[in-house]
T-cell receptor, first 111, second 113 residues
């Protein structure tokens, strides 16, 4: 069953704009992770936020977590054409240490 | 540093044939995961190993699928006999331990005719 669901399914923006992607989940989590997948490649881990954290930064990435709403957002600031990819949230519920991935958001950044 | 290495990158074979996918995890990583990705179902966890021992194979579709990890540096996913609905991209990932970020290989694109 799908634990994390991303929103929107697709996003197209101009280079230099900010991109905001959302993820909602259903059950309690230990942590939530965001991954990026370029076309024809494997997923690449971007950032992990623990259930007791509310915000985390890494370069141009900012992730927030609201456990009361069971939601997370990924903000990419000053987007670049190279940010074009699919982005996935994945939740770790602690049950057998498995990650459950959403179906992903396709981000297109126009030069 | 070498990442997760999967082979082959592409496989095209006829229905009924045996297919073997291979994975070399990152050295020192204790957890290994096999996933399948399709447009319809997204990324599905098939099976994962901790310290070479299968922990959860509840995602393995049926008895036609089997996975082994004979040592810390090698794992295989076998499909026998293969069917057209098995066509997908199969990913292997490894991590240092439970709860750690996963490192993915570039996948095997499998087409069953």
């Amino acid at each position: 069953s799908q634990q994390g669901e991303e929103d929107p399914q697709a996003l197209s923006i101009q280079e230099g704009e900010n991109a905001t992607m959302n993820c909602s989940y259903k059950t309690s989590i230990n942590n939530l992770q965001w991954y990026r997948q370029n076309s024809g490649r494997g997923l690449v881990h971007l950032i992990l936020i623990r259930s007791n954290e509310r915000e985390k930064h890494s370069g141009r990435l900012r992730v927030t977590l609201d456990t009361s709403k069971k939601s997370s957002s990924l903000l990419i600031t000053a987007s670049r054409a190279a940010d074009t990819a699919s982005y996935f949230c994945a939740t770790d519920t602690g049950a057998n240490s498995k990650l459950t991935f959403g179906k992903g958001i396709t981000l297109s950044v126009r030069p | 540093d070498a990442g997760v290495i999967q082979s082959p990158r592409h496989e095209v074979t006829e229905m009924g044939q045996e297919v073997t996918l291979r994975c070399k995890p990152i050295s020192g990583h204790n957890s290994l995961f096999w996933y399948r990705q399709t447009m319809m179902r997204g990324l599905e966890l098939l099976i994962y190993f901790n310290n070479n021992v299968p922990i959860d194979d509840s995602g393995m579709p049926e008895d036609r699928f089997s996975a082994k990890m004979p040592n810390a540096s090698f794992s295989t996913l076998k499909i026998q006999p293969s069917e057209p609905r098995d066509s997908a991209v199969y990913f292997c990932a490894s991590s240092l331990s439970n709860f750690q970020p996963q490192h993915f290989g570039d996948g095997t694109r499998l087409s069953i005719l």
